[in-house]
């Protein structure tokens, strides 16, 4: 019997265990449940009703932590469930499918990214403080790492943290930070090594968002919403405990962040505009006979097709233990292209309903995709960076000029 084999029936009575446990304690609706048209790609939320579906996704998280199911493929001694990834994958679609509840960023953004960031780099510390309440929605976390001059280059960072005693004193702005108006923590990566350029000098902390000089703005994006703040550090003091990895090493913490980022950028089920979606609004608008309309549906399936054979195949590596490498900046690239090659339909399909509500169900609506879903090729590392990534790391190609690393004289001038 081959381990697939032998493998196969557990992850079968998993599967059906976690679908009977979904069902029994799953919420049976949300304040901010999507109505049957919503193809949006952010959320465009009031504040209030944006704030109540956090707490509603808080009180889920609590339960699946309670349940067992918030962490399966964390160590069994560090509040997960020992398991591969192939079970919490099994279990993430399950509850796509059984859970009402529409997805957040900033959940994601907490338990995907910053929580593993904590469990590798924080002291002792700050990971028995903080990875419960990573885990079961009491605590959620931003990622304070762009600035207004820092964004691609992200090693570019200004913000700037001064050793004070046993504290440090961070100063400085950030921008784009998605949640940040809702998040109990941030992860901000900031110079520390006066007069350094580039990725040396920084290091990388986790700050409260209520501590004393944090002022976060919100951001309002074309397509309504809020998604997105700009985040003000004024003299801001924290412990040095709260540093995750050595002061100096900011920019390999960071590093990891974003390749758990990257590694979950196109797991955004319930992100609007699928096939089924399309082909629906094809047929109530009797665009099925148009020769592009056709192709252009095509092309959208072959896409959908094309990102689920590229999961099974990245699934099969992670549980191989192979490093990450240029897969989730591959898969990122696929889904974006998807949304864009989505939304030029939708726009081929409805033309001028787009552009105001004629009180027709379903058809204005897909504004919100079209405004939002270029939004997600900047997100998490643009188009253009993620392609250098696939030619340097994928291809072997010769990497972009770069400027040259400064000298240790020249940088601690
Ligand atoms: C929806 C959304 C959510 C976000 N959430 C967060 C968040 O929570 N926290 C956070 O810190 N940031 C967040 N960001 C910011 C995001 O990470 C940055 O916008 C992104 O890294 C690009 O940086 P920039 O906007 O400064 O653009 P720039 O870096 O100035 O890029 C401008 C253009 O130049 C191109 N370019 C730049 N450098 C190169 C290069 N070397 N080679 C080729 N082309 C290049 C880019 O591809 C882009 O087209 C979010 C952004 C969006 C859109």
């Not at 959620?140 to 280059?153: H, I, K, V």
């Not at 412990?239 to 100096?248: A, I, K, N, Q, T």
């Not at 006979?289 to 192709?295: E, I, L, N, W």
């Not at 253009?384 to 940088?411: C, D, F, V, Y």
């Amino acid at each position: 019997m081959t381990a697939a084999a032998t493998r196969h029936p557990d992850l079968i009575d998993h599967t059906s265990s976690a679908r009977a446990w979904l069902t029994a304690n799953a919420p049976a609706t949300s304040v901010a449940a999507r109505d049957a048209h919503d193809v949006s790609v952010f959320h465009n939320l009031s504040h209030d009703v944006e704030s109540a579906l956090i707490d509603e996704l808080r009180a889920w998280q609590r339960t699946k932590f309670d349940g067992g199911y918030a962490a399966l493929s964390w160590p069994s001694d560090l509040y997960g469930a020992g398991l591969s990834a192939e079970y919490e994958d099994a279990f993430k679609q399950a509850e796509a499918e059984l859970v009402p509840l529409p997805r957040h960023e900033l959940i994601s953004v907490t338990v995907n990214l910053i929580a593993p960031t904590i469990r590798l780099y924080a002291s002792e510390h700050v990971r028995s403080m903080l990875l419960p309440g990573l885990l079961n929605g009491s605590l959620l976390a931003c990622q304070l790492f762009s600035e207004p001059a820092a964004g691609s280059d992200l090693a570019n960072v200004s913000t700037r943290a001064v050793r004070e005693g046993d504290d440090w004193i961070v100063s400085g702005q950030k921008v784009w930070t998605s949640g940040a108006q809702f998040a109990d923590w941030g992860q901000a990566i900031v110079r520390t090594e006066p007069g350094s350029t580039g990725s040396r000098g920084l290091t990388t902390f986790v700050i409260p968002m209520n501590a004393d000089g944090v002022d976060v703005r919100p951001v309002r994006q074309m397509s309504g919403g809020t998604s997105f703040n700009e985040v003000f550090l004024n003299d801001v003091r924290i412990p040095d405990s709260y540093r995750l990895g050595e002061v100096g090493d900011g920019w390999a913490v960071t590093r990891a962040t974003l390749g758990f980022e990257r590694a979950n950028a196109s797991n955004k089920k319930g992100v609007g505009g699928s096939f089924d979606q399309l082909l629906e609004l094809a047929a109530r608008t009797d665009s099925l006979q148009h020769r592009d309309v056709r192709a252009q549906l095509a092309d959208v399936r072959m896409r959908e097709v094309g990102a689920e054979v590229a999961l099974r195949r990245d699934k099969r590596a992670r549980d191989a233990g192979e490093a990450p490498g240029a897969a989730g900046s591959m898969r990122k690239l696929q889904w974006v292209t998807r949304l864009g090659i989505v939304s030029d339909l939708a726009r081929t399909m409805l033309a001028d309903k787009l552009i105001a509500d004629d009180g027709d169900p379903g058809t204005f609506s897909w504004n919100a995709h079209v405004l939002g879903a270029p939004g997600y090729r900047i997100a998490g590392g643009t188009d253009q960076i993620q392609r250098s990534i696939i030619a340097e790391r994928h291809l072997g190609l010769p990497a972009e000029p770069r400027a040259p690393k400064p000298s240790r004289t020249e940088s601690t001038k």
